[in-house]
């Protein structure tokens, strides 16, 4: 699982940035000091513009980058905020965490 953080309100910063906030040795926390992982998914995933923030996107152990449409296959969850969204998030990748075992 990987989680990129990145700088989107005032008081944020990499100086201030708590990467054990997902202390789970399986979560490997990445720094996006230019916000591209955000910009990639707003328009890529959410057919935005601009930047997308406090979400998630879930996907399986099956996933593959296909490259007909620029992006990974198997989209199995997706929502936010991630803290209103939390039990959806639970609720999805709980199967995901069991098939590892």
Partial sequence: MYTV?????AGDSRS???SGA??????TNLWDEQR???QW???HIDGEQGYVW???YLYGPDARWDSANNAPTSLTSTGGTVRSK?????AS???LLSQGR
């Avoid at 939390?86 to 639970?90: A, F, Q, R, S």
Wanted: charged share 15%; hydrophobic share 45%.
């Fill in 41 to 43: 998914f707003s328009q």
């Fill in 36 to 38: 591209i992982a955000s």
């Fill in 54 to 56: 406090d979400a998630y």
């Fill in 22 to 27: 997902m202390p789970d040795p399986r979560v």
């Fill in 93 to 95: 990748l709980t199967p």
């Fill in 5 to 9: 953080w990145f700088s989107m309100l």
């Fill in 86 to 90: 939390l039990g959806d998030l639970e």
């Fill in 16 to 18: 201030g940035w708590h």
